[in-house]
């Protein structure tokens, strides 16, 4: 089966533009999430998907948004792109329950210039 | 709010000896915890969970990890290291009930000398 896939892997933008990045999940898998991860600030949460709702949110500015398609992928969008929005995205799938495990994908790195 | 702690930013060891790598949580209620490990440019692997029942879970790759409510710790473990062990471990749990996401450690790098 396969994993989590996202894309894409590298981008590189500047400062004041928006970015997108998606997310498909393992095949069956309704959950996803997404989580930012930065030298400094470790890995934060933030937002989870399923069954295209938002169902949580961390504590990220309104810039950052995504939303979840009827076929579980899921795409995140931040706006308005500052130097600390550098960081690697991952994103992870699950299925529903709160015991059920989380599986990640590669990430995508992104470098805001 | 639910935390978890991770002591040590590097462990180290030598290859075929134990390894421990600690992990210690606060949860209002019942922990859900996991470990991962991340190779350098890679997503996070799953490892292990501890959800229920026995205090002991065995996980992938000969990992192993012992939880302890009374000293609300989750630490993982291995018998005997390899130098292919070395990355980056984080232990998490899961944010509360209902909640799917997950709250990491600032995660602990382990390297494996030969």
């Known amino acids: 089966k396969a994993g989590v896939t996202q894309t894409p892997r590298y981008l590189i933008k500047t400062r004041g533009q928006q970015v997108t990045l998606s997310c498909s999940p393992i095949s069956g898998h309704r959950s996803v999430s997404w989580y930012q991860q930065t030298p400094g600030q470790g890995l934060q949460f933030l937002f989870e998907y399923f069954s295209e709702t938002q169902r949580n949110k961390g504590n990220f500015p309104g810039r950052f948004s995504g939303r979840q398609f009827s076929n579980s992928r899921s795409e995140m969008n931040v706006s308005t792109l500052e130097l600390g929005d550098s960081a690697l995205y991952l994103c992870?799938?699950?299925?529903?329950?709160?015991?059920?495990?989380?599986?990640f994908g590669p990430g995508t790195r992104l470098l805001v210039l | 709010a639910q935390s978890v702690a991770q002591p040590e930013d590097q462990v180290n060891v030598a290859e075929g000896n134990p390894l421990t790598v600690k992990c210690t949580y606060s949860?209002?209620?019942?922990?859900?915890l996991f470990w991962y490990v991340q190779y350098p440019n890679r997503g996070l692997q799953f490892l292990l969970k501890y959800i229920t029942g026995d205090n002991l879970v065995k996980g992938s790759y000969g990992f192993e990890a012992e939880f302890n409510k009374s000293q609300t710790s989750f630490h993982l473990k291995k018998p005997s290291a390899l130098v292919s062990d070395s990355a980056l471990y984080f232990c998490?749990?899961?944010?509360?009930?209902?909640?799917?996401?997950?709250?990491f450690g600032s995660g602990t790098r382990l390297q494996v000398q030969p």
């Open positions: 949860v209002s209620g019942n922990p859900y």
């Open positions: 992870a799938s699950g299925r529903t329950g709160q015991q059920e495990t989380q599986y």
């Open positions: 998490a749990v899961r944010d509360g009930p209902g909640r799917r996401a997950l709250t």
